[in-house]
């Protein structure tokens, strides 16, 4: 049996060395490097380079011809970290401010323990992705075979949550993560001298009445039955202080559950857009583009990930999640392949995500190493 106190000291080693060594997007060499070295020497079959920088793991246990995949990802944001620890980000404006570093640290754990113990019977393929943050990663590791290649029927994955407990799982079936859709409304007219504004045709105040009937997309026009979120972020001119705006931009993000409801927001504010500008005798142009899909676990496969849950914790640790979430997650393009579930483990009471003073806890590693394992047990009982 595993020594599971050195693999945690083990796993938090790891863990600290990748939170010191952030990468972006796709950038992520030293990561996969270190992914890959760590899963050959623990006997995995290794492949490199899947999707730009992705790494896939395998790992055959028995005669079994049952095949499910475990997802980490790897990549770090553009943040200057605020945090003091030891093992902070050396490298300047990049950190771990969303756990991947804690997500790649137990995934390689659950490698070391089912490599070293089995316990299983079929294969298990462990995919660690890049570009999780930008929602391009999964997609290119898809668009390289990944699949057709690595063939797994099923695939789970998890995500840390401060505000839960450590040591607490969650999920709920169907509906968990919302799509991502962004937008850019240009509106283009005549800038002009701010004493004239009559002389020319100016886009500020296009603009702001713009914003406003962009809030009526949600309330008005969509069915109450319906998650959806417009929100505008951003409001560019390039006028200046004496000098009415001849240009306006509008940018902002827009979250949803189903296609149905994405393609009517979009529809929906190039005809605002359109029907404004023209009110204000400007022309807008709108950019609409759908970054992430949105995160639908199966039924069935929750159910089995809160039993694996179980397994390894507390009854009352393990919780049926009541809300679905306003963020996006690229775990979903894989669970539009095959089914899976995606979980959240509890991060305690540490900084939100993607706050420059957020921290990955320790105390979790073995929890996620724990639960990736008897997920794989599980579905890939010995004796089916
Ligand atoms: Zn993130
Ligand atoms: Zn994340």
């Known amino acids: 049996m595993t020594d599971l106190k050195e693999l945690h000291r083990e796993m ?47 790992l055959t246990r028995g005669s079994g011809n049952r095949a499910i995949a475990l997802r980490a990802d790897m990549d770090a944001l553009r943040i200057a970290e605020q945090g003091t620890t030891a093992y902070r980000s050396q490298t300047p404006g990049t950190m771990h401010a969303c756990g991947h570093d804690g997500h790649t640290a137990m995934l390689l754990g659950a490698a070391k323990l089912l490599a070293g113990e089995g316990g299983f019977d079929g ?36 995500h840390n949550m401060p505000g839960l407990p450590i040591g607490h799982f969650e999920t709920r079936s169907g509906p968990v993560m919302s799509a991502e859709d962004n937008f850019e409304i240009v509106l283009k007219g005549l800038g002009g001298h701010a004493a004239r504004p009559h002389a020319g045709r100016e886009t500020l105040v296009a603009a702001c009445a ?65 029907g404004t500008a023209q009110a204000y005798n400007v022309a807008a142009q709108v950019t609409y583009t759908r970054e992430f899909v949105s995160l639908i676990n199966d039924a069935a496969l929750v159910d089995e990930a809160l039993a694996a849950a179980r397994d ?22 894989f669970l539009n392949e095959v089914p899976g579930c995606f979980v959240f483990m509890g991060n305690g009471n540490s900084a939100p995500l993607h706050n420059p003073s957020y921290d990955f806890n320790d105390e979790c590693l073995l929890h996620g190493a724990r639960f990736h394992t008897a997920v794989v047990r599980r579905r890939l009982a010995v004796g089916d």
């Open 12 to 58: 938090t080693a790891w863990r600290r060395d990748l939170h010191a060594h952030p990468e972006f997007g796709f950038e992520e060499k030293r990561t996969a490097a270190f992914v890959a070295e760590k899963l050959r020497a623990f006997g995995l079959e290794v492949a490199e380079g899947i999707g730009g920088t992705g790494v896939v793991g395998t």
């Open 123 to 158: 294969t298990v393929r462990f995919i660690f992705q890049p570009a999780e943050e930008w929602g391009r990663g999964a997609l290119a590791m898809l668009d390289d075979g990944l699949i057709e290649r690595f063939p797994f029927e099923e695939i789970f994955g998890l």
């Open 210 to 274: 713009l914003v406003l009937n962009l809030q009526t997309i949600v309330s008005r026009r969509l069915s109450p039955a319906d998650i959806g979120v417009v929100s505008v972020t951003e409001l560019i001119t390039d006028g200046t202080r004496n000098a009415l705006p001849g240009l306006a931009r509008i940018l902002g993000d827009c979250r949803s559950f189903r296609p149905e409801v994405s393609a009517a927001i979009e529809k929906e504010m190039r005809r605002i857009a359109e």
């Open 312 to 333: 390894v914790l507390a009854d009352e640790a393990v919780g049926v999640a009541a809300e679905p979430m306003t963020a996006s997650e690229d775990f979903a393009r």
